[in-house]
């Protein structure tokens, strides 16, 4: 059992309360008490005096390429399709151990950063088995995991961006995918692992890809995912090739719904706004990557307005080598208001985006994103005590607008991952180490 006592409390429930000052239990993997005030007494459990931190919801990163940890610092000034034809032909030659790696180095990070459910959208499978080495990755740092097995079937010679040596064959992606879930799926509600169905991007997969991976995965009753609507480059692509948006395509293609949520969604017209909210299609918000991509700033608030469930993604490290999920919130906010005013989103709209929104997006609002009592128990303590955010008297945007606190303790499933700002489900010295020899061995032979 762990008692985290005399904390300020940001509980994102039904009443959204806040405890300037509370206590949070936990007993094994769930949350057993959440109030104002110090907790009462428990035999034999360890408790944390939460004096000078802030409790939040473990945050919920909908969208990321964990591979691409070990491929950063490339193409730094491109855009994105410059920056995907550098990179492909170093994503070629990817295998199980860089993707270890890799996997551990982002997840490590996201952890650092407050995050403790972390999708990942794996698309690249030149060889091995990828997709464990990543479920391993995570098991061993100590996340929770939604993996989303992606896929690319349209390389160059067919219209598409990808060379050959990325891409795979329909019908062998279709069985791997089928595969992938009935191996590793596991709908239970207290989950550590879900799997998503992902092909890449309408660039990059065929539209009978598309269509069939959808019928995949409603089959299978899990969760689908893609990259849309990231540049104008796309959309002129799309224009080009089949006279319409990429949400159209999509939406021909069978991709909306509650079971679908698409990466960046940056450019969208009012009236693609209006139907993605009707039929409550999630959108992961990646304003950092967007930014380093010069891709632009997606219509959050109005997506939001119109009804569409928007998370945020760090994406992949490769176009935002800082990794870090709770840099998004901030970056999410700022960026929102840059392009639409100072009411376009506020401190507590950007938390509740990096929560309950995400868990809604990955199917799990029930079990994670707030803290409540009877739901798992992932959250974070932030110290704010120190001299970067002391005095700031509102502790939510000391956490969103001032530099990124400590992290004090990070718990997933009720497990410690961060303490004192180090994760220590893994030697991060160590791991340091092997990512620098694991980028210079993949470049080494470009
Ligand atoms: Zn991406």
Known sequence: MIVIDGAAVVTLDRERRELTTGHVVVDGNRIVAVGPGPAPAYEGARVIDGGG???????????????????RGLATDATLFGWLTTLYPVW?????????????????????????????????????DLLEAEILAAREVGLRFHPARGSMDLSEKDGGLPPDSVVQDRDEILLATEAAIDRWHDPSPESMLQIVVAPCSPFSVTGELMWEAAELARRKG??????????????????DKFGCTPSEYAAQLGW??????????????????????????????????????????????????????????????????????????????????????PQALGVRDVLE??????????????????????KLADLAVWRLDTLPHAGIPDPIAALILGTPPPLELLLV??????????????????????????????????
């Not at 931190?53 to 945050?59: A, H, I, M, N, Q």
């Not at 899990?222 to 224009?239: I, K, N, Q, S, Y």
């Not at 868990?359 to 009592?373: C, F, K, Y």
């Open 413 to 446: 499933n009720g497990r410690p991952v961060v303490e004192h700002d180090t994760v220590i489900t893994i030697d991060e010295p160590t791991l340091a180490r092997q990512v620098t020899h694991t980028q210079h061995r993949l470049l080494a032979t470009t």
């Open 222 to 239: 899990v969760r689908l995912h893609t990259h849309l609507a990231e540049t104008t480059d796309e959309a002129d692509w799309c224009d």
């Open 92 to 128: 070629a030659r990817i295998d199980e151990e860089s993707v270890h790696v890799a996997a551990q180095g982002a997840l490590a990070q996201l952890a650092r950063t407050g995050c403790t459910t972390a999708s990942d959208h794996h698309y690249v499978f030149p060889g091995g």
């Open 353 to 374: 985006m990096a929560t309950l929104d995400g868990a809604r997006i990955l199917g799990r609002e029930h079990e994670i994103g707030s803290l409540e009592v009877g």
């Open 53 to 71: 931190c802030l409790v939040t919801p473990g945050f919920v990163n909908t969208h990321q390429h964990l591979y691409q940890w070990v491929t």
């Open 256 to 341: 909306t719904g509650p079971d679908v949520w698409f990466a960046h969604g940056i450019h969208f017209d009012d009236a693609e706004i209006k139907r993605l909210g009707q039929t409550t299609t999630g959108v992961a918000h990646c304003p950092s990557s967007n930014a380093r991509l010069g891709a632009g700033i997606a219509r959050v608030a109005d997506l939001r307005a119109a009804g569409c469930p928007v998370g945020l993604g760090v994406d992949g490290a490769a176009s935002n080598e800082a990794g870090s999920l709770l840099e998004e919130l901030r970056h999410a906010l700022l960026f929102a208001r840059a392009r639409g005013g």
